[in-house]
């Protein structure tokens, strides 16, 4: 039967939640009632959980010896401390990894530690790759000195790497929040909430499983603190969010404090990454770490070494931070344009009507392997992988869609890979270039299977079908304590059906976007549509929209404005 693909391209399922009962909304008279819905969608099913979700008290308990191995591993870092020895943090290189590499380093000198005994290390993207690597190991034994090495953001998967520190005399700790594998390393301490344990919030990013075992150490070791850990929560919102982690539960607590203590910040990195990136201080929000600071800390281990934003973090003087935002400014910009430029060659590679997209190829750049593998995801809505090829060996980025686990599927042919790891949406992999056409093959008949018979279409998750004249500021304040917003947590998306377009007119500097006023005769709101300037021209007098509710500044006036996602001509 195969795939079915759909007529338009461009079309998307909607799906509407289903309406709750109208008890609820009563039970809470001083809410919104399309905000008791939007509540209701994300789990919150009584009036106890709403009011602690609203008030942000959090039933679970955050107990960090609740997670795995955590007794063992802070045994053995007060036995560091106790004994002299010198601790390696080893990361990654993406904002997640380097984040986890410098609040941890920052946590154990808080401890008294010495920089000397407390070092960090984030492998080289290019010739090291992600995750532990014997190589670095042996380095950090023999030229660093080093007794203990403790993995944030990797390692879960490193059975081999593991075994060969131990086999040096080289005491390892492994946390992570990737998937686990089908052996876990024979390490002194494996943390990760994946793991069979009673830690309630199972998605903490590497940040916030770094900071649990900060938490630890600092609770159990109260003589030696010398540090406020609350100032590590500015990095545990930055890599949390960058993540995407879910921004429910423990994680939406720790993004919240650490956002409150961004916008206070004396880090004088994040000041600096602000000016560049013309973020107002004061104003950071989650959107604000998604699209403004994440990407210019990522652009660091995508194009040059992750140590630049690592250093950036770690900054305590302003001239310095700013020297180094401006670099970090200069890779995002480069990123963008090789983004767009290798998104073009991989499109010209690619077999449109295949299960997975699978492009390879000498001239694609490890750093952005990644994000043109979204981009083909997000525009075919298939999964996508990028495979850079080396001269002996290849490594590959994967990005997936709901319908298909892309590390499920690598684990299928993991005989064929040197190593491999990711989530369920993305995944990365390294595979001998003689073993690389029957990776594509098994990969490709892995993903036919799965998919035989599936319509491949995108999907909007909407919150609610409401009438325009539900819309006024009453509900937009009270989706204001939705904040803040993200992954699972998103900014909350309505439907209108049968409004009339009283007019539209295309804009933007390359005329791509649509602003309409539109109206269902009783309440009338001004939108905008981003990247749809197409319906300009076959603009049907009544439409269904999907939309969120934002504020539009100007002049010092304040105005309600839709944010326009998707439009149908109304039935």
């Known amino acids: 039967m195969g795939i079915v693909r759909p007529l338009d391209l461009r079309a998307k399922r909607w799906h509407v939640q289903p309406k709750i009962a109208p008890t609820l909304a009563t039970q809470l008279p001083n809410l919104h009632p399309v905000f008791v819905q939007v509540l209701f969608n994300r789990g919150l099913t009584t009036p106890a959980q709403i009011q602690g979700f609203i008030e942000g008290h959090y039933l679970e308990t955050e107990d960090p010896f609740l997670l795995p191995d955590m007794d063992k591993a802070v045994a053995r870092i007060q036995q560091a401390i106790e004994q002299d020895e010198r601790i390696v943090v080893y990361g990654d290189f993406d904002a997640d990894g380097v984040t986890s590499t410098v609040l941890l380093t920052e946590a154990l000198r808080g401890l008294g530690i010495s920089r000397r005994n407390a070092q960090p290390y984030i492998p080289d993207r290019v010739d090291e790759g992600y995750g532990l690597n014997n190589d670095a190991l042996t380095h950090i034994k023999e030229t660093v000195g080093a007794d203990l090495v403790i993995s944030v953001d990797c390692g879960i998967r490193s059975v ?24 876990i390393p024979p390490a002194l301490a494996v943390i990760n909430p994946k793991l069979p344990c009673d830690y309630p919030e199972k998605m903490l990013a590497g940040v916030g499983i770094a900071y649990k075992l900060a938490q630890a150490c600092y609770q159990a070791m109260p003589n030696y603190v010398r540090f406020d850990l609350n100032n590590v929560l500015d990095l545990v919102a930055i890599g949390t969010v960058a993540d995407l982690a879910p921004l429910l539960g423990e994680n939406r607590k720790l993004v919240r404090d650490g956002l409150r203590v961004m916008n206070g910040t004396k880090r004088a990195g994040i000041a600096a990454l602000g000016e560049v990136a013309n973020v107002k201080g004061g104003a950071i929000s989650a959107e604000t770490i998604a699209f403004n600071i994440g ?12 140590y630049d934003a690592a250093k950036l973090l770690a900054a305590h003087d302003r001239r310095s931070a700013l020297n180094l935002a401006r670099e970090l400014e200069s890779l995002n910009r480069k990123r963008q344009k090789l983004t767009e430029d290798l998104g073009i060659a991989a499109e010209g590679m690619i077999d449109e009507d295949a299960p997975i997209l699978i492009a390879a190829g000498e001239n694609f750049v490890a750093g952005v392997v990644g994000l043109v593998a979204s981009r083909l995801s997000d525009k075919h809505y298939r999964p996508a992988i990028i495979i850079e090829k080396g001269e002996e060996e290849s490594r590959g980025s994967c990005r997936s869609i709901d319908e298909f686990h892309i590390t499920d599927a690598l684990d299928e042919i993991s005989h064929l890979l040197l190593r491999h790891g990711g989530h369920a949406a993305a995944a990365g992999f390294t595979v001998e270039n003689k073993n690389l056409p029957l990776f594509q093959e098994q990969m490709t008949d892995i993903a036919r299977t799965a998919l035989e018979g599936k319509e491949l279409l995108p999907s909007i998750d909407i919150d609610a ?9 009453a509900l937009y304040e009270n989706l204001q304590q939705l904040e803040p917003c993200g992954m699972e947590n998103h900014r909350p998306i309505f439907m209108s059906s049968g ?3 009283l007019s539209h007119r295309v804009v933007g500097k390359d005329q791509t976007h649509l602003q309409m006023e539109v109206t269902n005769g009783r309440a009338g709101f001004k939108t905008i549509a981003f990247r749809q300037a197409s319906w300009a021209t076959q603009m049907p007098q009544y439409v269904d929209i999907v939309y969120s509710v934002n504020v539009n500044e100007w002049n010092g006036r304040r105005t309600l404005q839709l944010m326009i996602k998707d439009i149908r001509p109304a039935a």
Request: glycine fraction near 6%; charged fraction near 25%.
């Open 160 to 183: 081999q790497e593991v075994e060969h520190a131990n086999s040096i005399g080289l005491d390892m700790i492994v946390t992570d929040h990737h998937s686990i594998g089908r052996k």
């Open 295 to 306: 990407p210019r800390i990522n652009a660091a281990g995508r194009l040059s070494h992750a």
């Open 465 to 473: 079908e409401i009438d325009l004249d539900q819309i006024d500021w």
């Open 499 to 501: 409004v009339e377009v």
